[in-house]
């Protein structure tokens, strides 16, 4: 943990995550060096299935070799595919802690990101 240094969604303490990131092991913020916090994602959106030996259940890859139902190891990848709680393969145990730490977001940090509207676009705001 980063002595000192509190998550700025959840107020909870954070701890490095090498090159710039820091983690809040309460509500899963990722925050990078200089530009604050990554944008919330509801949980069907934000967690990469792990890579594991056993094929099925399919887990969510939490940080570090470890997975949001406690499996650890040093086998335990993220893979480049989205893990989707609502999927009947998707490991229990990691769908209630997804459920658990989604509701440690609070209201206020869940905006939606901005949608540029056509005028925005006609005065020069980037389409994006």
Same mark, same amino acid.
Do not use: K, L, Q, S
């Given at each position: 943990m980063d002595r000192g240094?509190?998550?700025?969604?959840?107020?909870?303490?954070?701890r490095s995550a090498g090159e710039g990131l820091r983690v809040c092991a309460h509500c899963y913020a990722v925050t990078e060096?200089?530009?604050?916090?990554?944008?919330?994602?509801?949980p069907s959106r934000r967690w990469e299935r792990a890579?594991?030996?056993?094929?099925?259940p399919h887990h969510a890859y939490g940080?570090?070799?470890s997975t949001l139902c406690g499996l650890t190891g040093d086998d335990i990848v993220a893979s480049p595919y989205p893990w989707i709680p609502e999927r009947p393969a998707a490991c229990p145990s990691c769908r209630?802690?997804?459920?658990?730490?989604?509701?440690?977001? =609070?209201?206020e940090k869940r905006l939606p990101r901005r949608i540029r509207s056509a005028a925005d676009i006609e005065n020069g705001? =980037?389409?994006f």
């Open positions: 240094v509190r998550c700025e969604v959840c107020g909870h303490p954070v060096e200089g530009i604050g916090p990554w944008t919330y994602e509801p890579e594991m030996p056993e094929p099925e940080f570090v070799n209630t802690a997804a459920a658990v730490i989604d509701a440690r977001w =609070p209201a705001a =980037p389409p």
